[in-house]
């Protein structure tokens, strides 16, 4: 089975950074995209960041462009997102995501994943 543990999150204030950390657990074999997507109260779940597996090939949500940065150490088994000049909002849980099946292709929708962490809470203060 595969898990994904979300780290990283809490309150910082407007203009501050975090950085999220997704530790992946279970998955032996195959090369496969990540994603990053967050959901506020009251909204769907909305697609942030994607990663191919060489970490060469990125994509952004146009609200994060700039500002957010995924990156991935396969030999830790871990992905990233770097956060930066956060603004209020980007208050959300943020959670990472991994796909059932091994492939080349960015992958930005949430029916394009089978595994999710937990999340974790980042809290952007005016």
């Known amino acids: 089975q595969v898990q994904l543990v979300e780290s990283g999150g809490g309150l910082v204030q407007a203009g501050g950074s975090l950085r999220l950390s997704c530790a992946v657990s279970?998955?032996?074999?195959?090369?496969?995209?990540m994603g990053w997507f967050r959901q506020a109260p009251g909204k769907e779940r909305e697609f942030v960041a994607t990663?191919?597996?060489?970490?060469?090939?990125?994509d952004y949500a146009d609200s994060v462009k700039g500002r957010f940065t995924i990156s991935r150490d396969n030999a830790k088994n871990t992905v990233f997102l770097q956060m930066n000049s956060l603004k209020p909002e980007d208050t959300a849980v943020y959670y990472c995501?991994?796909?059932?099946?091994?492939?080349?292709?960015?992958?930005?929708?949430?029916?394009?994943?089978?595994?999710w962490g937990q999340g974790t809470q980042v809290t952007v203060s005016s």
């Open positions: 995501a991994a796909p059932g099946v091994a492939g080349p292709n960015l992958l930005k929708t949430p029916l394009e994943y089978n595994y």
């Open positions: 990663i191919s597996w060489s970490g060469r090939n990125t």
């Open positions: 279970g998955r032996t074999s195959g090369t496969y995209a």
